[in-house]
């Protein structure tokens, strides 16, 4: 790669620690204020803590402001944290809302060209220039992953194709066509289109893809290596929220070990979940973020629900913004079963270290005669499928052994026909949870 394209704001990207801590001190500080001035409903946790702007100096004072979580955005929808008058607002993006009321979001125009920016430095990290063509089937629409993909494309100068997601064969047909060069969306898809490919009876070679990025959803290093080898490209990660404007918070760089975060527009904390005491670099824990540059919906000590490690340790890519690791699922996404702890993402690892299965799995719990059931669907390849007997239940023992080392309990194996796991082209579900523990 040619060094002059490794960054998008070397200035920023490659700034020294106290520059940097210099530039959040004082983003904080108007930030502060900025809600302050706007928000009633930031004003009112900040008096319940008997805190005014004056108190907060910079950084070290963060952990003296209130928490907001996803509960608080929920109460003040849809107008309650708005920061700027409507009139400069252009664009609103919102969560699915599955789970209760939607989130909306607010941007200004100042708010996309941040964004953008972070999604731009996303891109080049993974080797864009504006000689590529860069895929997004990520959807488009009130979810953030296209928007989000697509601008930052534009900023870097790629030949954009806003594709949104769905229509797989002609997402294939389209990358032969165009010579699509790097491809944005969940993971899910993008193992699905390295199955259509290979369906259509199509290799690698004959695409064009060099890389991808890919977030949205909790994904292991197990299926980054089986999406890279059914594509042949090298795959990136990509976080972010709704809530922060969407993906490009974090980004993945060559050394493909945990995203920097975009520190010069969110600051970072890992909190205990239980407690909130903030803890030290290096833990396991929530992690909270607090956006010092966002004009129409800042949010201050954000609560994701996100589970993982932040680290300064040094990065060969010559970035000095702080790295978080893959999140390992969220707090609230964890299954409790049988009495333990079981995030999706211990299984996936499990069955992508195995040769005779696919990345399509799902877990099903239930509660019967007050005991948890616990199974785990799993895909069989098309091999193994028209193999014997003998065999698949010899592969079902091994992988039920491998689940009970790992994790503690038995869980039930059922292998199932190939393709008979629906193919995700957003989020990928891999829950069914019949309990009514509510
Ligand atoms: O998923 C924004 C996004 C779009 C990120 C495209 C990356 C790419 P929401 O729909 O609001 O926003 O969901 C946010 O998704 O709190 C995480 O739990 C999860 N998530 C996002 N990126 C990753 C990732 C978008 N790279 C929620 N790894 C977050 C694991 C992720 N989980």
Not at 182 to 197: D, M, R, V
């Amino acid at each position: 790669m040619n060094i002059e394209n490794r960054y998008w704001q070397k200035d920023i990207e490659c700034m020294s620690r106290e520059d940097m801590k210099k530039l959040q001190d004082e983003r904080l500080v108007a930030q502060v204020k900025h809600v302050w001035d706007n928000v009633p409903y930031y004003r009112n946790l900040m008096e319940e803590k008997g805190l005014t702007p004056d108190d907060i100096k910079g950084t070290d004072d963060l952990h003296k402001l209130p928490f907001l979580s996803k509960a608080d955005l929920r109460e003040a929808y849809p107008y309650g944290l708005l920061a700027k008058p409507l009139s400069e607002c252009v664009r609103i993006h919102s969560t699915s809302g599955t789970t209760g009321k939607r989130v909306v979001a607010f941007y200004t125009q100042n708010d996309i060209d941040v964004w953008d920016n972070c999604c731009a430095r996303a891109i080049t990290a993974a080797g864009g220039t504006k000689e590529d063509v860069c895929h997004v089937a990520y959807g488009f629409g009130l979810f953030t992953g296209g928007a989000g993909l697509n601008g930052g494309s534009h900023k870097v100068g790629c030949l954009t194709l806003p594709m949104s997601s769905g229509n797989t064969e002609r997402q294939i047909q389209f990358m032969q066509d165009l010579g699509s060069t790097i491809l944005c969306c969940t993971p899910s898809y993008a193992a699905y289109l390295g199955e259509t490919l290979h369906e259509m009876g199509l290799t690698p070679d004959d695409i064009n893809l060099k890389a991808g990025i890919f977030g949205a959803e909790p994904w292991t290093e197990e299926m980054r290596s089986e999406i890279e080898r059914m594509l042949g490209i090298k795959a990136y990660d990509i976080y972010g929220l709704t809530e922060t404007s969407g993906p490009g918070v974090a980004f993945e760089c060559s050394e493909q070990s945990g995203m920097h975060i975009n520190e010069d527009n969110f600051i970072a904390e890992i909190i205990d979940p239980d407690t909130g005491e903030v803890l030290p670099e290096g833990s396991k824990g929530e992690l909270v973020f607090t956006s010092i540059t966002k004009e129409a919906f800042p949010l201050i000590r954000y609560r994701t629900r996100d589970i993982c490690v932040l680290s300064r340790e040094k990065c060969s890519c010559g970035r000095t913004l702080i790295k978080m690791t893959k999140p390992m699922g969220r707090s609230d996404d964890m299954l409790i079963i049988k009495g333990v702890n079981v995030f999706p993402s211990q299984i996936e690892s499990v069955l992508l270290k195995m040769s005779d299965t696919t990345p399509n799995y799902l877990i099903v719990v239930d509660r019967v005669n007050n005991k948890d059931t616990f199974e785990i669907q799993v895909e069989l390849s098309k091999t193994m499928f028209s193999d014997t007997i003998k065999s698949v239940s010899d592969l079902e023992k091994k992988i039920g052994a491998e689940i009970h080392n790992i994790l503690g309990i038995t869980a039930k194996i059922k292998l199932v026909e190939p393709k008979s796991i629906a193919r995700s082209e957003g989020k990928a579900v891999r829950v069914i949870d019949n309990r009514k523990l509510v």
